[in-house]
């Protein structure tokens, strides 16, 4: 399957089976979700006379319900997501900036972190306002000064390995 992004015939992205990547991604986030459940009925199921192929099956099909509530929620929210970015500021600032790369021969997972490198400083002002927003809830006060990540700032900036679409979460 390929996706085109269009403006117009000139400019496209194609992004072979896009849509069946992130629905694969989101999936394996919510088995990923149930993983020490999963093990744990699995075990259960050993301790009590199953063979191994017979506990892991049945522990899929007892999880199963619980997996698809978590893949469609994580559905849910993306989508919620995609519509909030689509009429974003930020946003479309980004999404014009990597159709202008790819548009000049930049490879498309490139093109975007090149975007998303370029609008760093507007990115990082989020990342204060949710940072200021906790410590306000907290009752903490900034003091200046009291800065103790200082020096460890971007030590992996620049890292092109494809393994960042992997991650998930901290």
Not at 99 to 108: D, H, I, N, R, S
């Amino acid at each position: 399957m390929r996706i085109f992004l269009q403006r117009n015939s000139k400019n496209k992205i194609q992004i072979e089976d896009g849509e069946d990547d992130v629905f694969k991604k989101l999936a394996k986030y919510a088995r990923d979700e149930t993983e020490d459940l999963w093990e744990e009925k699995v075990d259960k199921y050993l301790k009590n006379g199953m063979s191994e192929t017979e506990a892991k099956h049945r522990a899929n099909r007892k999880l199963r319900d619980d997996e698809l509530d978590k893949f469609m929620w994580k559905y849910a929210n993306l989508v919620h997501y995609i519509l909030q970015l689509r009429v974003g500021r930020l946003h479309l600032k980004v999404v014009k900036f990597i159709e202008k790369l790819v548009q000049e021969g930049t490879e498309y997972k490139k093109a975007i972190k090149m975007a998303i490198r370029k609008y760093k400083n507007e990115l990082d002002n989020y990342l204060d306002e949710v940072i200021e927003e906790r410590r306000r809830r907290r009752g903490w006060e900034q003091e200046d000064g009291d800065d103790d990540d200082e020096g460890e700032e971007e030590d992996e900036e620049g890292d092109d390995d494809d393994d960042d679409e992997e991650r998930g979460g901290r």
